[in-house]
């Protein structure tokens, strides 16, 4: 029996949404591995934010919740909940950023990707200086996924948000 992981597929395949079903479909798989990569934009519809001492160093508490809508056709595939931490340590909000998001696909909302955000150096306001984000897990379809997100931007268009990213998501089958 074969378990050594297979090539990855060529950069830019992008996992296709099937409308029938309400998921996505790997660009490759064989017997042991799914490989999707999935590019969406989430719009944040409700954000709240917690901070002790606006304009001196803090910890300041935010969550985001929104809607998730495919990158290539446009259509709703699920919801996003993110809850952060982050210090403001000078006038001029440049930060450090620590959030978990919660990523719900699929149409009963039980196939979801977790993803670990780290954040430093930025000012919003500005542009962000360091950036990484990592899948830590999955449910349902995504069950034991890995792998990584390109985070491709933040266009700030208040009141929603913007937030532009394509995540990597390798997952294998337990044996």
Do not use: C
């Amino acid at each position: 029996m074969n378990h050594r992981k297979p090539r990855d597929p060529p950069l830019g395949s992008l996992s296709l949404y099937n409308k029938d079903t309400k998921m996505y479909q790997p660009v490759t798989l064989d017997s042991s591995y799914w490989y999707y990569r999935i590019s969406v934009n989430m719009y944040d519809t409700f954000t709240d934010s917690f901070a002790p001492s606006p304009g001196k160093a803090s910890l300041v508490s935010t969550v985001f919740v929104g809607d998730v809508f495919d990158n290539s056709t446009g259509i709703k595939v699920g919801t996003f909940q993110s809850a952060g931490v982050s210090t403001v340590l000078r006038a001029d909000l440049t930060l450090q950023y620590l959030a978990t998001t919660g990523i719900e696909l699929g149409p009963n909302g039980d196939d979801a990707i977790f993803t670990q955000v780290a954040l430093d150096g930025a000012n919003f306001a500005e542009k962000v200086a360091d950036l990484d984000l990592a899948i830590l897990g999955g449910t349902g379809q995504y069950k034991g996924a890995t792998g990584d997100v390109r985070y491709t931007g933040t266009q700030v268009t208040k009141p929603d948000n913007l937030y532009v990213l394509e995540m990597a998501v390798p997952r294998f089958k337990r044996f």
